[in-house]
C-alpha cells in the first residue's frame, strides 16, 4: 500500500517512520515544518486542495494522521487554530480518503471525557464530555471524519511520551536530575503510552485493512481505544521515571539523581482548562479486533528510558 503519514516530525509520526522501515509498504512521511537529516514531504493538511493533489498524485491508500494542535492550555485562548487543525484538517483528510476509497487512522484523544465522574475504565462508546477546548475540538475532529462516511479507524490515546520532542518523561528525566525536590500531582489518574508502542498497534491495524483495501467499506472500522496496560498518577508516573534513570545511572556509575518527589494536588498549578481526574482507556476492543498484545506502561517506560540515554 502507499500510505501517507501527517506529522512526522512529532512523536508519533518518528515512531512511524522506525516501524515504517519493517513494512514493506510505501510511506510518504509528511510536516509543515522541516528537520535537518530527515526527510520529509511538504504538506499543509488545512489545505484542502493540496491534500487532495498529494492523495491523487501519489495513488495513497490510506492516511496515519499525526498532526494535531495539543497544547491543551494554550487552547483555550486559540480555539479557531485548535478547531482548523483538531476537526477541519482531518476532515480534509477524510474527504480525500473518500474520494479513493481509501482508509482514514485518526488519533484521538482522552481528552474526550473528563465532565461526567466516572471511576472505570473508559470504553468506546461513552459518550464524550470535553472539559476544555483541546478535548472538544479533538471530539469534532471525530465527527466530522465519520460524517464524511470514509472508511476510518480512530484511536485515542493518553498521556503519550516518546524518545522525541518535549513531553512529559523527558522534561522530569531532566528535572529530577536537577531539582532537590519536585511536588507532582497525584489526583490526575490514566496511563502512560509509549508513541512506539502505539505506532505498532497501527501498524497491525493497517496490515489487517490492506487486504481489504480495495472492498467499499472496512468491517473493522470505528473508535478504538490504545494506551499501555496499567493505572498511575503522574506522580508514581514520575517515580517510575526517576527509578529507571538511576538505574542507568548506576550501571554506568554516574552519581544518582536525589530529587525528594512529592505528591500534590492539581489545584497546587493552576491551569486554564480542568484535566480528566481519570482517564484510564479499556483497551478491550482494540486487543480483540486486531490480536494486538499490549505492554505494561512500566515495561515500555524502561525501555524508552533505555533508548533515550543510548
Given at each position: 500500500?502507499n ?7 512529532g512523536?508519533l ?15 510518504i512521511?509528511t ?6 537529516g530527515?526527510?520529509t514531504?511538504?504538506l499543509?493538511?488545512t ?5 487532495m493533489?498529494m ?5 495513497i ?5 499525526c498532526?494535531?494542535y ?12 485548535a478547531?482548523k487543525l ?5 476532515e480534509n483528510l ?5 474520494e479513493?476509497?481509501?482508509?482514514l487512522?485518526?488519533i ?7 465532565k461526567e ?11 464524550g464530555?470535553?472539559?476544555g477546548?483541546?478535548?472538544?475540538t479533538?471530539l469534532?475532529g471525530?465527527?466530522r471524519?465519520a ?15 516518546s ?5 512529559f518523561c ?20 490514566g496511563?502512560?503510552?509509549y ?8 501498524a497491525?491495524?493497517?496490515?489487517d485493512y ?9 468491517a473493522?472500522?470505528?473508535v478504538y481505544?490504545?494506551?499501555?496496560e ?8 514520575t517515580?517510575?521515571i526517576?527509578?529507571f534513570g ?6 554506568s556509575?554516574e552519581?544518582l539523581a536525589?530529587?525528594d518527589v512529592?505528591?500534590c494536588?492539581s ?17 478491550t ?14 515495561e515500555s517506560?524502561k525501555?524508552?528510558?533505555?533508548n533515550?540515554?543510548h
Amino acid at each position: 500500500m502507499n500510505i501517507l503519514v501527517t506529522g512526522a516530525n512529532g512523536q508519533l509520526g518518528n515512531e512511524m517512520r522506525i516501524v515504517a522501515r519493517e513494512s514493506g509498504d510505501r510511506y510518504i512521511f509528511t510536516d509543515v515544518c522541516r528537520v535537518e537529516g530527515v526527510e520529509t514531504t511538504m504538506l499543509d493538511i488545512t489545505d484542502r486542495d493540496a491534500v487532495m493533489a498529494m492523495v491523487r498524485e501519489n495513488g495513497i491508500d490510506a492516511i496515519v494522521n499525526c498532526a494535531a494542535y495539543t497544547n491543551v492550555d494554550a487552547a483555550e485562548t486559540n480555539e479557531a487554530l485548535a478547531e482548523k487543525l483538531n476537526a477541519a484538517a482531518p476532515e480534509n483528510l477524510a474527504t480525500a480518503m473518500k474520494e479513493v476509497n481509501g482508509l482514514l487512522v485518526q488519533i484521538s484523544t482522552d481528552y474526550v471525557f473528563g465532565k461526567e465522574p466516572y471511576n472505570v475504565p473508559c470504553r468506546e462508546e461513552q459518550k464524550g464530555t470535553p472539559t476544555g477546548v483541546y478535548g472538544l475540538t479533538k471530539l469534532h475532529g471525530e465527527q466530522r471524519i465519520a460524517a464524511t462516511g470514509c472508511k476510518h479507524v480512530i484511536i485515542r490515546t493518553a498521556w503519550l511520551y516518546s524518545e522525541f520532542g518535549k513531553n512529559f518523561c523527558k522534561t522530569m528525566l531532566q528535572l529530577t536530575a536537577t531539582k532537590p525536590r519536585l511536588n507532582v500531582v497525584f489526583d490526575q489518574v490514566g496511563t502512560p503510552t509509549y508513541a512506539l508502542d502505539l505506532a505498532r498497534a497501527i501498524a497491525a491495524v493497517l496490515a489487517d485493512y490492506a487486504p481489504h483495501a480495495a472492498e467499499p467499506e472496512y468491517a473493522k472500522g470505528g473508535v478504538y481505544h490504545y494506551s499501555n496496560e496499567g493505572v498511575c498518577s503522574w506522580y508514581d508516573f514520575t517515580k517510575m521515571i526517576l527509578f529507571f534513570g538511576n538505574e542507568l545511572r548506576a550501571k554506568s556509575g554516574e552519581p544518582l539523581a536525589e530529587c525528594d518527589v512529592q505528591p500534590c494536588h492539581s489545584d497546587e498549578f493552576p491551569s486554564p482548562v480542568t484535566r480528566p481526574a481519570y482517564s484510564v482507556l479499556d483497551k478491550t476492543k482494540i486487543k480483540q479486533t486486531f490480536s494486538i498484545s499490549v505492554p505494561y506502561w512500566t515495561e515500555s517506560l524502561k525501555q524508552c528510558i533505555n533508548n533515550l540515554k543510548h
